[in-house]
Antibody, heavy 121, light 107 residues
Framework: QVTLKESGPALVKPTQTLTLTCSFSGFSLTTGGMRVSWIRQSPGKALEWLARIDWDDDKVYSISLKTRLTISKDTSRNQVVLKMTNMDPADTATYYC?????????????WGQGTLVTVSS | DIQLTQSPSFLSASVGDRITITCRASQGIHDYLAWYQQKPGKAPNLLIYAASTLQTGVPSRFSGSGSGTEFTLTISSLQPEDFATYFCQQFNGHPFAFGGGTKVEFK
């Protein structure tokens, strides 16, 4: 059974760095073709794709947020970590991690429940 | 970047109605499109991938079509559990992008 779960602070102050962890089970990021992405959704808004990390450690970032994002993986712990620097109230959103499975060209078949991050002083 | 435009943004419908949602891409994306359903407070749920392939477990009243720049999601007979927001997503090229969403409301 595939599951993903996001964890991290619910509240961060402006200019701080946000660190989010996606803990997953039911698959391995050492399996060829497996990829995990971070996607966020501001309250009442559309989904915004942020970053992706692949089984071979290839990484892709949102062009508009590239300078602020770092994605990494710990395959021994089955975790993917996203760091976002210089947080702003506009970054208040629910942050999701989601899986692209082997055989998928890029659709997300499993998602975490999401974690709400509020940026406020 | 490839932009996705969904229409309409809001749709009022009744149980049993046939509804269609459109997703237009700013450039051709072949059939590299997926559709998701999202209910309040929940993560998106994959309905359709590769424009027209139904994800396992999704009811057959959902269908998708299109290629290139224009795509549609159709629900043949709306059920009470289908009142939700629907998003399209392209995976032809990075950055992957989502449409703005279509909220299906009870008339």
């Amino acid at each position: 059974q595939v599951t993903l779960k996001e964890s991290g602070p619910a509240l961060v102050k402006p200019t701080q760095t946000l660190t989010l962890t996606c803990s997953f089970s039911g698959f391995s990021l050492t399996t060829g073709g497996m990829r995990v992405s971070w996607i966020r959704q501001s309250p009442g808004k559309a989904l915004e794709w942020l970053a992706r990390i692949d089984w071979d450690d290839d990484k892709v970032y949102s062009i508009s947020l590239k300078t602020r994002l770092t994605i990494s993986k710990d395959t021994s712990r089955n975790q993917v970590v996203l760091k976002m620097t210089n947080m702003d109230p506009a970054d208040t959103a629910t942050y999701y991690c989601a899986r692209i499975s082997t055989g998928s060209s890029g659709w997300y078949d499993y998602w975490g429940q999401g974690t709400l991050v509020t940026v406020s002083s | 970047d490839i932009q996705l435009t969904q229409s309409p943004s809001f749709l009022s419908a009744s149980v049993g109605d046939r509804i269609t949602i459109t997703c237009r891409a700013s450039q051709g994306i072949h059939d590299y499109l997926a559709w998701y359903q999202q209910k309040p407070g929940k993560a998106p749920n994959l309905l359709i991938y590769a424009a027209s392939t139904l994800q396992t477990g999704v009811p057959s009243r959902f269908s998708g079509s299109g290629s290139g720049t224009e795509f549609t999601l159709t629900i043949s007979s709306l059920q009470p559990e289908d009142f939700a927001t629907y998003f399209c997503q392209q995976f032809n090229g990075h950055p992957f992008a989502f449409g703005g969403g279509t909220k299906v409301e009870f008339k």
